[in-house]
């Protein structure tokens, strides 16, 4: 029986609708982020911590309950929690000073930055044509600023350009945390991942949250319409980061900061059905060149598939064996046998 097209593969597939659950769950944390700061509310690291003790519960009571001991040094983790609570604190603080379509723009920066850390640092081969998809996802999404000129309709901030700079760097420590965590998913498993990420990251948000908020959180009028945006901003974190390992396996950091793209289309899309607000036409040309980028970068060729194929059914050594147990299905993104070592913020959003 001949081997369905590689656009019908299970895992070409898989990725590509986990990657859009993930873009879509970014987008909701967007909007939460950007209703909090309309409200007045500037607590940056108060509504992550909500998301690190879900992690630091849910996983943390699974390792616990497994008997695992710990494959990765505890103060790796540790560094990796420094690193993504402040790529989360300096992004959900730009939207103080800058506008959202600015926010979710500018946050694609994490893309170039996770290329060139897994090219050198997880041995990653890109080819030509996982440059065009690169090249033309984000073609896609300089075309909805052209958009919102083009409809005079993209609001400013107080302080745009500290705002942009704010997200630039947030969006390399989403690069650094993603390609760090998918070394780590790769060395463990996405369960330790999460639930160290989760004991770290919100001992950390505690401490910071004692020396930078406390005023904040007193002086806050808390009612339904601030604690509303807290939680469902905390929800939807909690369900990214859980689902952002598994998208790690299947094809690696790129992959997934490129399907966070689309983000800007889905905002998009909810400000037409539920604000009833009119968009420029160049939005959908925008998401429909997202998409084809997307699809680009995904495509694996036959001889590829083979070699993939070849390659996991021909490890019969030990340390193949192990190899083959903690990483991943083969990467819908790879360009050849040798980039299974990327097995990807966020992000960054972004994310």
């Known amino acids: 029986m001949a081997p369905p097209p590689w656009w019908l593969r299970r895992e070409v597939l898989v990725g590509l609708a986990l990657g859009q659950f993930v873009s879509l769950l970014i987008t909701s944390t967007g909007f939460s982020s950007s209703e909090l700061a309309r409200r ?18 849910v996983y943390g009571g699974t390792l616990i309950y497994k008997r695992r001991h710990l494959t990765v040094k505890w103060y790796y983790y540790l560094l990796l929690g420094i690193i993504d609570v402040e790529a989360n604190y300096i992004v959900v603080k730009a939207y103080q000073y800058t506008s959202l379509t600015s926010v979710m723009l500018l946050d694609c920066w994490s893309i170039p930055c996770v290329i060139v850390l897994t090219w050198i640092f997880l041995k990653t081969k890109y080819g030509l044509r996982k440059f065009i998809g690169v090249g033309v996802c984000v073609a896609g999404l ?11 309709d993209r609001a400013k ?3 745009p350009l500290k705002g942009d700079l704010l997200v630039i760097g947030g969006s390399m420590l989403y690069a650094i945390s993603n390609v760090t965590e998918e070394y780590f998913v ?15 990251g919100a001992i950390i948000s ?12 007193r002086s806050t009028h808390w009612n339904a319409s601030a604690i509303l ?5 905390a929800v939807a974190m909690f369900l990214f980061y859980s689902t952002v390992p598994i998208i790690l396996k299947i094809c690696g950091a790129t992959m997934l900061n490129l399907s966070l793209l689309t983000s800007d289309m889905w905002a998009v899309l909810i400000r037409i059905f539920a604000y009833h607000e009119k968009v420029d036409w160049m939005y959908f040309v925008a998401f429909a060149g997202t998409a084809i980028g997307l699809v680009i970068y995904s495509y694996k060729g036959s001889k590829q598939i083979a070699e993939g194929t070849a390659q996991v059914t021909g490890a019969g050594d030990e340390e193949a064996a192990m190899a083959n147990r903690t990483a991943q299905v083969p990467c819908v993104g790879d360009d050849g046998p040798s980039s299974n070592k990327e097995f990807a913020s966020a992000a960054t959003a972004s994310r």
């Open 142 to 152: 300089v075309l909805v600023v052209f958009s919102d000129v083009h409809a005079s």
């Open 157 to 159: 901030g107080p302080n």
């Open 40 to 57: 007045g509310v500037n607590a940056p690291t108060s509504q992550s911590l909500l998301n690190y003790i879900l992690l630091a519960l």
């Open 229 to 233: 945006p807290f939680i469902g901003f």
């Open 186 to 200: 790769k060395k463990s498993n996405r369960v330790e991942v999460m639930a160290m990420l989760g004991v770290f």
């Open 206 to 217: 505690g401490i910071q949250i004692s020396i930078l908020e406390r005023q904040e959180l």
